[in-house]
């Protein structure tokens, strides 16, 4: 069973998967004009949904009802594939931009399509260039417009979260937004860092957090700890 359904993944699910990425990066690149509307925002909701769909991966999701999709937040997410890009923008019901590695920008049709977007581009191995990504994330923080990070920096090489950066935690405080915790369980068993295909058996979830004034905390380390802790808190209720 295991054989044929990589022999799927390969012959039906990945070519559906690029043929799907190529229409949603033409339309959004076209619908520049209107890159917060709503018909950009359902096609790309729609082109995540489908990746999941085509490479037969069944998700769950829970805690939706504590986030308000008209409300700007600041969320965090713990990072264990790279399919947790389409579960949580296929899936979180608040319009959003991503804070994402520089790297993504040089991918074809895709890079162009983030850019337009409005998703920012971060130079992780230039501090300037960081710093100045991350006011421009600060400048799309309005009208309900929230951001997604992965505080770890990169996918896990184990299974196990890695230490967080205080970026995501430092934006939140400048702007006085509330960040929610994001929890991502399955996803490293369904495809771990280096695996070429996806694992046949893997069930995968997304926990949304409830949204936590960190204004309330001494120092953005004991914010981080906290979030931390909520973050590993809705991985153990999947």
């Given at each position: 069973?295991?054989?044929?359904?990589?022999?799927?993944?390969?012959?039906?699910?990945?070519?559906?998967?690029?043929i799907?990425?190529?229409?949603?990066?033409?339309?959004?690149?076209?619908?520049?004009?209107?890159?917060?509307?709503?018909a950009?925002?359902?096609?790309?909701?729609?082109?995540?949904?489908?990746?999941?769909?085509?490479?037969?991966?069944?998700?769950?999701?829970?805690?939706?009802?504590?986030?308000?999709?008209?409300?700007?937040?600041v969320?965090?997410?713990?990072?264990?594939?790279?399919?947790?890009?389409?579960?949580?923008?296929?899936?979180?019901?608040?319009?959003?931009?991503?804070?994402?590695?520089?790297?993504?920008?040089?991918?074809?049709?895709?890079?162009?399509?983030?850019?337009?977007a409005?998703?920012?581009?971060?130079?992780?191995?230039?501090?300037?260039?960081?710093?100045?990504?991350?006011?421009?994330?600060?400048?799309?923080?309005?009208?309900?417009?929230?951001?997604?990070?992965?505080?770890?920096?990169?996918?896990?090489?184990?299974?196990?979260?890695?230490?967080?950066?205080?970026?995501?935690?430092?934006?939140?405080?400048?702007?006085?937004?509330?960040?929610?915790?994001l929890s991502?369980?399955?996803?490293?068993?369904?495809?771990?860092?280096?695996?070429?295909f996806?694992?046949?058996?893997?069930?995968?979830?997304?926990?949304?957090?409830?949204?936590?004034?960190?204004?309330?905390?001494?120092?953005?380390?004991?914010?981080?700890?906290?979030?931390?802790?909520?973050?590993?808190?809705g991985?153990h209720?999947?």
């Amino acid at each position: 069973m295991k054989f044929l359904y990589i022999l799927y993944q390969y012959l039906i699910g990945f070519p559906l998967v690029i043929i799907a990425t190529l229409f949603t990066a033409i339309f959004t690149i076209i619908c520049f004009p209107w890159k917060n509307g709503k018909a950009p925002r359902m096609v790309q909701v729609l082109w995540s949904r489908s990746v999941l769909w085509f490479l037969l991966v069944p998700i769950t999701v829970t805690g939706k009802e504590h986030v308000n999709p008209k409300q700007s937040y600041v969320f965090v997410a713990n990072h264990q594939s790279f399919l947790d890009v389409f579960a949580v923008y296929g899936w979180l019901p608040n319009n959003f931009k991503w804070l994402m590695k520089k790297e993504l920008r040089k991918v074809p049709f895709v890079g162009t399509a983030c850019a337009v977007a409005g998703h920012i581009f971060v130079d992780r191995s230039n501090p300037r260039a960081a710093l100045q990504s991350v006011e421009l994330v600060k400048k799309e923080l309005v009208d309900g417009i929230s951001t997604v990070i992965f505080p770890e920096g990169t996918r896990t090489k184990t299974g196990e979260m890695g230490r967080f950066k205080q970026g995501a935690f430092k934006i939140a405080m400048d702007l006085n937004l509330p960040v929610v915790p994001l929890s991502l369980t399955g996803f490293y068993d369904a495809m771990p860092s280096g695996q070429a295909f996806v694992n046949p058996r893997a069930r995968v979830h997304l926990h949304i957090g409830a949204p936590i004034d960190i204004s309330q905390f001494a120092d953005i380390n004991e914010a981080m700890a906290h979030l931390r802790t909520k973050v590993e808190e809705g991985i153990h209720k999947a």
